[in-house]
């Protein structure tokens, strides 16, 4: 197996809290790309020869610290066909594709982004930037940045307002929510908003497309089975992104990030991004 494609140790921040760092630890792998096209070729076999047993094939079929089904089956079924520097190659060049991407968004970019701030500065108080702590790939901490929507003093009303709370699970949002700005609801209607997070991609922070990053105290309310999608660096956009956004609720958001993580390609990502531009442009689900 090629040593670029072999699995990592974990490393968690040690400032994540005892529960949530013992929570990583225990159900994340960091992604192997060698396996990850192997499993997919191993899985277009499967539906097609199984349909009935595919699903419980997917439900059993998780990342392991040791080993995975493919680990026991014989060598004549273990897909040697596949070529082993796919993963590595695709993997490098989703890197060069989010750094281009990324200066060439900053570039062009720039005279929005100015403008962007400029109204931000002469229509509420506060800073321009708004920076959150974020948890990334395998539970590693790192700041994000966006262009501030809401009040400066946010974060202190936000636990006056849980009760109005209109999302299952972790997370929290209010359609209509009293702590954006005027200008903040035009920027998060249209995304524009999280453009400074094209920096974090530079940065690697963040990949174009991945799940999106989630807040600690969010982790340390996940179930065993959610903490999955913190195995892949997290993205400016996803399926979840282009399939409904804030109106999906929490579990099938989860789901759609494993989604992701399980048939990655460049080709999704491709996808996902062209259809990231209609969505951005209706404003379709965002608030």
């Known amino acids: 197996m090629s040593s670029e494609c072999e699995n990592m140790t ?25 396996r990850h096209f192997e499993r997919r070729k191993f899985s277009r076999q499967f539906a097609d020869s199984s349909p009935k047993l595919y699903s419980e094939r997917r439900r059993y079929f998780r990342f392991k610290q040791e080993e995975t089904i493919l680990d026991k089956l014989p ?3 273990s897909l040697q066909d596949e070529p082993r520097n796919d993963c590595v190659n695709q993997a490098k060049f989703k890197r060069v594709i989010d750094i281009t991407a990324s200066l060439m968004g900053l570039l062009l970019l720039s005279p929005i982004m100015l403008l962007v701030a400029l109204l931000i ?38 636990g006056q307002l849980k009760k109005l709370n209109e999302k299952s699970g972790p997370v929290f949002k209010i359609k209509k929510d009293p702590r954006i700005t005027k200008i903040g609801g035009i920027l998060r209607k249209y995304s524009i908003d999280e453009l400074p997070q094209l920096w974090n991609i530079v940065k690697g922070d963040m990949s ?15 179930k065993i089975w959610q903490t999955r ?21 929490f579990e099938d958001w989860v789901r759609l990030d494993l989604r992701y993580i399980d048939s990655w390609s460049l080709w999704l990502d491709i996808k996902l991004i062209f259809k990231t531009f209609r969505v951005v442009l209706t404003g379709d689900g965002a608030y």
């Open 208 to 222: 174009v497309v991945g799940p999106r990053p989630p807040l600690p105290d969010e982790v340390a309310q996940y």
């Open 121 to 158: 500065k002469m229509t509420s108080r506060g800073p321009v930037l708004f920076s959150q702590v974020r948890i990334g790939q395998g539970g590693k901490k790192f700041r994000l940045y966006k262009f501030r929507t809401m009040v400066v003093n946010s974060e202190s009303l936000k």
């Open 10 to 34: 974990i490393s968690v921040d040690r400032s994540i809290p005892p529960l949530l760092e013992s929570t990583i630890k225990s159900s994340i792998t960091p992604f192997n790309w060698e």
């Open 229 to 249: 999608r913190l195995a892949t660096k997290p993205g400016l956009t996803c399926i979840w992104q282009v399939s409904g956004r804030s109106r999906i609720e």
């Open 75 to 77: 060598e004549s079924e």
